[in-house]
């Protein structure tokens, strides 16, 4: 049976909280992905979304919280937090921090440290203060997939598994937050990029910022016991938000090889082609933003990997985007979509 569809009127509303009280699963809108949510305080109930989506335990979830004052409620904040909080709250920016006792291990995969945020969806919000729970909520796709930016996605790849999504539209943003590790605040560093670059988080807080690489090798799991360092930040598996079919990244793709290629082979540009004999591929050819915008290109970015990896293509070959601050966080999703074997 696949999951009920809710239109975000204040009954569903209301309905889907109870769902949430009761330690029940939901798939929930946010500004930057799906999300499957859970009280984040209730072991049990995050038990189930690891189940669902068949997400490896040592992989921690982010807290969603409608306030500042619900953060400091499983998290310890510092100054350096309370600035970021002001600064991009509510919006795509993760933080982590200490967490407080009431945060089950689950949570946090055995971590001392909890990554929280206040999302800016209005749908999600609506809800967070409807059923007045921290909700604990990872991207709603089985784990590894691309993310889920339409109720539809959701639909597709959990719908035989959860009972309820609630629909807000389409994601804004189109990519996971950023995650910026705070505990230490003289030196924070983002372990995931996101809308929010680090260069607006180090003008924040006024010292630099660094940025950590995806190191880990593709596949490699935690054995047991306390989280190795590179799984810190799991959302760094060299492998991760990634389609079924084979992507290839170049610098650039000449219009000529593509109208040579076999027809198998699929292309995604940056921007929309010039080249008017293009059109001839037709669904072989995608763009993720009319005029290579970095804001519409991140929202798309997702739904096109999809619609290319439904097509049955043996290769998709996608243009690698530029290397400015902007771009950050799709070419890092682009980077690990391509990253082989896993
Ligand atoms: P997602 O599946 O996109 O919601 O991923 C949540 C991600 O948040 C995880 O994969 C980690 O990268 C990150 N994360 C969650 N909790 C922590 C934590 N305590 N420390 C570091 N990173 C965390
Ligand atoms: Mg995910």
Redo the contacts with the bound molecule.
Sequence with gaps: MPATLHRPSRTALRRLAGVLRRGGLVAVPTETVY?LAANALDADACAGIFAAKERPPE????VHVATVTAAAAVAELNPAARALARAFWPGPL?L?LP?KAVVPAIV??G?D???VRVPRHPVFRDLLRQCGLPLA???ANPFGYV?PTLPEHVQRGLGDRIEHILDGGPCEVGL?ST?V?VRNPARPCV??PGAISAEQIAEVLGVPVSVRRARVLPGSRRRGGRTARAQ?????LARHYSPGTRLRLVSRIEPADALAAGRRVAYLFLARPADPRLAALGGRVAWLSEAGDPAEAGRNVYARLRTLDEGGYREIIAERVPSEPAFAALADRLGRAAARGR
């Design positions: 999300g992989d921690p979830l982010i993760t982590v967490k946090t995969a971590l440290s909890v990554a909520a990872p991207s993310s996971e995650i590790d372990l995931r810190r930040a799991p959302g760094l």
